[in-house]
Structure formats: structure tokens, C-alpha cells
Nanobody, 117 residues
Framework: QVQLVESGGGLVQAGGSLRLSCAAS????????VGWYRRAPGKQRELVAQ???????NYADFVKGRFTMSRDNAKKTMYLQMNSLKPEDTAVYYC???????????WGQGTQVAVSS
């Protein structure tokens, strides 16, 4: 099993930056897809960024040019650098690992990001 723990959330003013981290324990494979999702109050969870099993990085349109996702396989950690934050980025951010060949995925507990105007 994979356990995920997010950190780095907090309160920031609009235009500011935060860096989220997600540390994994358990076995992680380099071809596991990893992703960041978020759920804003009253809204459904949505994909923010993902690194596929093939190594491609995809971003939701609403974060392109502002957020950067990366992963460090040696540290079993993924990151989300968030710049030029907007109030609409306020949400709980979750990291996810998805193993397609086993139809297995794991979620962290979430970290709150609040952006004030």
C-alpha cells in the first residue's frame, strides 16, 4: 500500500506563492501516475496537474503558466509549485498515486490552501 502525506498549505495573499509537497511511503513505481487535485468549497474535486506513467506532465487550463508539478523518485515525493495565486485557487489540495496495471490508487488527506484578495 501507498500512504501519502501532503504539506505546505497555508494562507497567502493574491499574487503570492506556495509549494506543496506530498511524501509517499510504501512501494512507488516510476511508471505510477501521480497527480494533484483540489476541491473548492461547494465544488467537485478537479484535476490540477498530473505526471503520467510515461512521464508527461499535464496541467489544467486554469493553472497553466502559474503552477509547476515535479516528482523526485529517489525521495518518493511530488511537489506543486504554485505562483501568482488567485482567490479562486482556494481549496483543499490532494495528491494521488494511480497504478493503472493494478487499478490501484491512493489519496492523501489533503492540505488547505487559502488565497486572500
Amino acid at each position: 500500500q501507498v500512504q501519502l502525506v501532503e504539506s505546505g498549505g497555508g494562507l497567502v495573499q493574491a499574487g503570492g506563492s506556495l509549494r506543496l509537497s506530498c511524501a509517499a511511503s510504501g512501494k512507488i513505481f516510476t511508471n505510477d501516475a501521480v497527480g494533484w487535485y483540489r476541491r473548492a468549497p461547494g465544488k467537485q474535486r478537479e484535476l490540477v496537474a498530473q505526471i503520467t506513467g510515461g512521464g508527461s506532465t499535464n496541467y489544467a487550463d486554469f493553472v497553466k503558466g502559474r503552477f509547476t508539478m515535479s516528482r523526485d523518485n529517489a525521495k518518493k515525493t511530488m511537489y506543486l509549485q504554485m505562483n501568482s495565486l488567485k482567490p479562486e485557487d482556494t481549496a483543499v489540495y490532494y495528491c494521488n498515486v494511480y497504478r493503472s496495471w493494478a487499478n490501484y490508487d491512493s489519496w492523501g488527506q489533503g492540505t488547505q490552501v487559502a488565497v486572500s484578495s
